[in-house]
């Protein structure tokens, strides 16, 4: 990996917390709070501004812009969540640019392992253990305004971008150089 591992732990240590608590708060409500968006930005300036050279800490403003273009082409097609748009763009500011390929990798890998794990819990008893949870309720075809436009049966992404960005910084701060 090319993130400094320093770096990535000290990411880390305040990133994941936020990337857990973004992963309970997408199951159970089925959105990502501007606060914890928010809270990831200044991790990333407060740290970044201090552990990067300049050059590289404003670069790393252009992976946000795509990262959030890109989310904004997918929210306008309600594919995605605004909130799923903003963290994608927040999460790109940590990653370093020579490991976008190994994070697309775990991205596939944690949508797909969070994907099958709703899945598999949703068609399950196990829902019963947390009933009133967002990622369960039916479909409501009434909200047409919605990812999915209430018609079918869709699962939080920001429980994979939560686990990919903590997943990366984890990884970072164990094999970064």
Not at 20 to 40: E, G, P, Q, S
Not at 84 to 106: C, E, N, R, S, W
Request: glycine share 8%; net charge positive.
């Amino acid at each position: 990996m090319q993130i400094d591992a320093g770096q990535a732990t000290l990411f880390a240590l305040f990133a994941v917390p936020l990337c857990i608590l973004t992963f309970y708060v997408d199951m159970k409500h089925k959105r990502i709070t501007n606060l914890t968006v928010w809270a990831l930005f200044l991790v990333f300036v407060a740290i970044g501004f201090f552990t990067l050279p300049f050059t590289d800490f404003l670069w790393r403003f252009a992976g946000y812009a795509f990262a959030f273009a890109y989310g904004f082409v997918l929210w306008m097609a309600r594919q995605l969540g605004a909130g799923d748009v903003k963290f994608m763009a927040v999460a790109a500011l940590y990653i370093h640019p020579g490991d976008i390929v190994t994070v697309l990798f775990i991205l596939a890998a944690a949508c797909i392992g969070a994907a099958l794990a709703i899945l598999g819990v949703y068609k399950s008893p196990l829902t019963k253990l947390a009933p009133d949870w967002a990622s369960w309720a039916e479909k409501d075809p009434t909200k047409t305004d919605t990812v999915g436009k209430g018609r079918k049966f869709t699962i939080p992404f920001g429980t994979a971008l939560s686990l990919t960005l903590a997943s990366y910084l984890i990884m970072g701060a164990l094999w970064g150089q």
